[in-house]
Each structure stands twice: as structure tokens, then as C-alpha cells.
């Protein structure tokens, strides 16, 4: 059964950094693409950031570029989003996902190209 758990969201005061991990099992995933999307409350989940099978290239969402940098370690099948200096409007829950391919460089922000979801960790970020 594959798996992808998310760890290290929490309580953080605007300023302060962040790293979120998230572990997948049930497979080898450094042959899938990974990435992290997020959700505020009351809006729809959004593209955050993500890697290629490599880790080579990495892309980000709009609200992500500039704070917030996306890694792999494929010998741990674990993957992780730094995310630095932290604001309010950061505040989420934050969900990783995995996808066998993304044919398009423009897709890799679409919800519908990745195949297994984690169930989140939440970040809420205080003034």
C-alpha cells in the first residue's frame, strides 16, 4: 500500500522558518515526480512546488517563489519544502504528492496529474 506522510508542520510565529518532510512508502519513489500543494482555509488547494525524478528541477507556484525551496532524498524516499520567513498568509495545510509523469512543464501545478496525495500537516503561522 503506498503511503506518503507528511511531518514537521505546527504553531510558528511570522519570521521563522520551516521544514516540512514528507516519507513515502509502498514503493520506490525517486522514479516519481513529488511535490506540495496547500490549502487555507476556505480557499482551494494551490500549487506550491515541485521536484523532477532527479531533483535537477525544481518549480515553484507563485506565492512560493523567493521563501520557499523544494528537496529530495530518494535513498530515503522522503522529500521535503524549507520554507523561510514565514508569514501569516502562509498559514495551510500543506500536502504532498507524488506523480508517475508530468508530461508538461505547465502541468506540474495541476492537482489532476499526481497520482497519490498525503493527508496533510498544518502550518499556522501567527502575526
Known amino acids: 500500500q503506498v503511503q506518503l506522510v507528511e511531518s514537521g508542520g505546527g504553531l510558528v510565529q511570522a519570521g521563522d522558518s520551516l521544514r516540512l518532510s514528507c516519507a513515502g512508502s509502498?514503493?520506490?519513489?525517486?522514479?516519481?515526480?513529488m511535490a506540495w500543494f496547500r490549502q487555507a482555509p476556505g480557499k482551494d488547494r494551490e500549487f506550491v512546488a515541485a521536484i523532477t525524478k532527479n531533483g535537477r528541477s525544481t518549480y515553484y507556484g507563485d506565492s512560493a517563489k523567493g521563501r520557499f525551496i523544494v528537496s529530495r532524498d530518494n535513498a530515503k524516499n522522503t522529500w521535503f519544502l524549507q520554507i523561510d520567513s514565514l508569514k501569516p498568509e502562509d498559514t495551510a495545510v500543506y500536502y504532498c504528492?507524488?506523480?508517475?509523469?508530468?508530461?508538461?512543464?505547465?502541468?506540474?501545478?495541476?492537482?489532476?496529474?499526481?497520482?497519490?496525495w498525503g493527508r496533510g500537516t498544518r502550518v499556522t503561522v501567527s502575526s
Open positions: 504528492a507524488a506523480a508517475v509523469t508530468v508530461y508538461y512543464e505547465a502541468y506540474y501545478g495541476r492537482l489532476d496529474e499526481y497520482d497519490y
Open positions: 509502498g514503493r520506490d519513489f525517486s522514479s516519481l515526480v
